[in-house]
């Protein structure tokens, strides 16, 4: 399994809190506003720490502490036009979406950001949302399968005039998009993530995503889910997808004093909050053919945090934090899409305190990387 060259920096993003209720599902104390002008001050506090991406959530109906929320690529596309070099990844459920629809929006924020615009596709764990609206929930693999008809379908209108695709859920008849949205060296259209823990999601990766998004993992999760994700792509022949891993961060100046805000926020969490969001995504693993999915495992403590941020290990003091982000790129993570407790002092600390710590050991791992491996 091939891991990026140590010379490749870690890049950083953050979910954007545009859904009300925080990154956890706990009563403690969070200074945190879903608001646009916090999100606005903040996209602009992150850029100037270090951040490269930021990631929009995508709710539309109240539930599980989140009882408001903004629609992700109207809020993106904001987040884009109050900043200079961030690129915003909007989420988008397929099903809600039409590829077409999705691609010419996705076209317009990319010209007018001068080409910092993404896309996360989600297959959809909220069951609720789409029987409100009216639209049919499908089984598990059968979501994943739509996805990856999605994203076939939105690169063919970003980089062919006359697309054609003929699938079991789009399809596209001699479609041609202008203005396509900037194509650059590296970057042909705008890059497509995806997330998923299951077989089919790490399978639809390998064949047709740019970037991957893992739950957050410890070290032997995020072996095996890259592994299963290289495998994928080698029977695709295609390179593999960048793979980021999710990460709920607490830095403080000593290990006891974060490992204490973690006891808090557990101690402190809405338990039937927690337990709705629980049910609602447990068909996630079981619906599958061999029971792998997201939040299969996850424990009640995990479920605090949406994607088992806390998994992933990221809580203690700024060197202890560095160390295990650096540790993950050795296996193979290009990208952490991080949550925090409260958004503008803790963005501006990890800039500060915890960032320049990772540089520092990036560049040690880089003199001591032989020079073919730079090559």
Not at 17 to 27: D, F, K
Not at 45 to 54: H, I, K, Q, R, S
């Amino acid at each position: 399994m091939s891991v990026p060259p140590a010379s490749d920096p870690l890049r950083f993003a953050y979910w954007v809190p545009n859904v009300s209720g925080g990154l956890v599902t706990s009563t403690i104390e969070q200074r945190t506003d879903w608001g646009y002008d916090y999100n606005r001050e903040l996209a602009v506090l992150a850029e100037n720490n270090g951040f490269d991406y930021v990631l929009s959530q995508v709710r539309y109906m109240a539930g599980y502490g989140a009882e408001y929320q903004h629609e992700s690529t109207g809020f993106s596309l904001a987040l884009l036009l109050a900043t200079q070099r961030l690129k915003v990844i909007a989420a988008v459920h397929p099903g809600l979406w039409h590829p077409g629809v999705l691609a010419k929006f996705g076209a317009t924020a990319d010209h007018l950001s001068g080409g910092r615009f993404a896309v996360n596709v989600v297959s959809g764990w909220f069951k609720g949302e789409f029987t409100a609206l009216g639209e049919p929930w499908l089984e598990h693999d059968e979501r994943y399968r739509r996805s990856e008809e999605f994203i076939r379908a939105l690169r063919a209108i970003w980089t062919e005039d006359h697309a054609e695709l003929a699938g079991d859920f789009y399809r596209l008849r001699d479609f041609t998009l202008k203005p396509k949205p900037l194509a650059t060296p590296g970057r042909p259209h705008p890059e497509i993530f995806q997330g998923g823990n299951s077989t089919a999601a790490r399978a639809m990766a390998g064949r047709v995503s740019d970037w991957y998004f893992s739950n957050g993992k410890d070290f032997d999760g995020v072996t095996e889910q890259l592994r299963d994700v290289h495998a994928s792509a080698a029977r695709a022949g295609r390179t593999p997808p960048k793979f980021g891993l999710n990460g709920f961060l607490i830095a403080r100046d000593t290990e006891a004093e974060a490992r204490e805000t973690l006891r808090e926020i557990v101690a402190k969490a809405d338990t039937p909050a927690v337990h709705g969001f629980r049910d609602a995504v447990q068909q996630a693993g079981p619906s599958t053919a061999d029971g792998k999915g997201m939040w299969q495992d996850s424990t009640f403590e995990d479920l605090v945090q949406y994607n088992d941020g806390c998994r992933t290990g990221l809580i203690g003091t700024p060197e202890q934090i560095a160390e295990r982000i650096v540790a993950c790129k050795r296996l193979g993570v290009g990208l952490f899409p991080l949550g925090f407790l409260h958004y503008l002092e803790e963005v501006e600390y990890f800039g500060k305190r915890v960032l320049p710590l990772v540089r520092e050991l990036e560049a040690r791992e880089t003199e001591s990387e032989p020079v073919h491996a730079r090559a």
